[in-house]
Nanobody, 125 residues
């Protein structure tokens, strides 16, 4: 069973930045594609960013494209989400997810195998 633990969320003013981290309890993290999703109250979970197992390919959801960057450090079993120029509408719970055995970006939440519990990001106006 893979466990994912997110951190780095919090309260930030509009225009501010946050870096989220997600640590995975696996031995072969370089075999897992990873992604970040978010879910705001009353809304469906949506894809934010994804990265393939090697870290060479990344993709972003349009709403946050240009304001967010996903990266990973396979030696530390960690995937990051750097966010800047945050807006109040970015307020949501942000989740990390991984999918084993794919060296490609995975966009659909249903295709991920494991999920973290999420970290709250609140952007004040």
């Amino acid at each position: 069973q893979v466990q994912l633990v997110e951190s780095g969320g919090g309260l930030v003013q509009a225009g501010g930045s946050l870096r989220l981290s997600c640590v995975a309890s696996v031995r072969t993290f370089d075999r897992y594609a990873a992604g970040w999703f978010r879910q705001a109250p009353g809304k469906e979970r949506e894809f934010v960013a994804g990265i393939d197992a090697s870290g060479e390919d990344t993709e972003y959801e349009d709403v946050m494209k240009g304001r967010v960057s996903i990266s990973r450090d396979n030696a530390k079993n960690t995937v990051y989400l750097q966010m800047h120029s945050l807006k109040p509408e970015d307020t949501a719970i942000y989740y990390c997810a991984v999918r084993e055995g794919l060296n490609m970006v995975v966009f659909e939440w249903s295709e991920y195998d494991y999920w973290g519990r999420g970290t709250q990001v609140t952007v004040s106006s």
